[in-house]
């Protein structure tokens, strides 16, 4: 509609710029990683908000994630990975391993007091209640402590 957002590239050399999201749908949260450019858009069949990849060498722009349920929310790029809400869970969508699911705290409430009979640090409700996260978090990477 009339609000929806775009996404373009300026060219400085040129003083040019491309709208490379020309179309109806929300294209919002640009995200550029190599030669493309992520982004979060509702134009798929389901008009949801899902990921989006656009390349910089093809110009061409295709679907990476097919959330039907629910809307995708506050889509981030680190250096290999993207992580965003869709939900009410957190999902880690690497580059280099595939979607890997996370729950929230919000899920984690009851399981994170009783875990830590309400004194304990988020890392330890974490490895007690799911321990499948924790060993691929830590297959991963990733620094996880219980508290002590």
């Known amino acids: 509609g009339g609000w929806a957002a775009h996404n373009w590239i300026y060219n ?16 919002e949260f640009p ?18 908000a899902n990921i989006w990849a656009y390349d910089l060498s093809t110009k061409q722009t295709r679907q990476l994630t097919n959330f039907t349920d629910f809307d995708i929310h506050f889509p981030s790029l680190g250096p290999d990975d993207i992580v965003f809400e869709a939900g009410g869970k957190l999902v880690n969508t690497s580059f ?16 994170f007091s009783k875990a830590t009979g309400g004194s304990g640090t988020l890392a330890s409700a974490i490895a007690t209640t799911q ?17 002590g």
């Open 31 to 48: 995200m550029w990683h190599g030669n493309t450019i992520y982004f979060l858009s509702d134009r798929g069949k389901d008009e949801r």
């Open 131 to 147: 321990s499948d996260t924790v060993s691929t978090m830590k297959s991963q990477g990733f620094s996880v402590q219980s508290a």
């Open 12 to 27: 400085f050399e040129k003083g040019t710029a491309e709208n490379i999201t020309d179309n109806p749908a929300n294209d």
């Open 96 to 111: 280099k391993w595939g979607p890997i699911m996370f729950t929230t705290l919000t899920d984690m409430g009851n399981a």
